[in-house]
């Protein structure tokens, strides 16, 4: 698929994780997808994926590099898309241990909240999004244990919210960019096409 006409371009956070299958998925659904590693490059960009990876490692990089307030800013008034780690970063409350984060999402989440020999799994579940279920490819995932009242659930792996968004954030528990389904990042980019 080429990238639509008068789409801008959509940065994937690039400090660590799988941060290149992100910017795959965009390029599939239509984007113009770059690789963030600046703060001064969030300017160029539309719209933001946090991927998958460790959230740890990914806060340790930002702040040594001064890059943690000029995200939380950019979070706080551009679409962004959470992926795993990416959703712990975007989460208000992170347990499992407690974490700093952005803050973005109401929502308190549990790092690695599915036990040892469960802590990878594909499954497949109903959704909001049109066409039918969804697999998920979970990677030691975090659990959404708790949602505010502006969070819009649309998905679920049994009773946990696994696929969620809140005004111009969304954000998924598991691995959309890992699957060959691109309705999710499609999801995304329509999102940043609405926010303009
Ligand atoms: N376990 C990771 C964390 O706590 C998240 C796993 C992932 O992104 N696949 O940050």
Wanted: glycine share 8%; charged share 20%; with cysteine.
């Amino acid at each position: 698929m080429t990238a639509t006409p008068g789409l801008g371009r959509i940065g994937v956070l690039a400090i660590q994780g799988d941060y290149a299958a992100h910017a795959e998925a965009l390029s599939d659904a239509g984007a113009s997808p770059f690789l963030v590693r600046k703060p001064e490059q969030l300017q160029e960009s539309e719209g933001l994926i946090l991927p998958g990876g460790e959230s740890t490692t990914m806060l340790r990089f930002l702040e040594k590099h001064n890059f943690f307030e000029a995200l939380r800013s950019y979070c706080g008034t551009h679409p962004v898309f959470g992926t795993c780690a990416g959703a712990i970063l975007l989460s208000r409350e992170v347990r499992n241990p407690a974490q700093q984060s952005l803050a973005v999402l109401d929502v308190v989440i549990e790092r690695n909240a599915y036990g040892r020999q469960i802590d990878s799994a594909i499954v497949t579940a109903d959704t909001e999004l049109a066409g039918g279920p969804l697999e998920m490819v979970f990677i030691r995932a975090p659990r959404i244990l708790s949602v505010g009242p502006d969070v819009e659930i649309l998905a679920r792996r049994d009773q946990d919210p696994v696929l969620i968004r809140q005004g111009h954030a969304m954000a998924a528990t598991f691995h959309p960019e890992l699957s060959l389904d691109r309705r999710i990042h499609r999801a995304f980019v329509e999102l940043v096409r609405s926010k303009r």
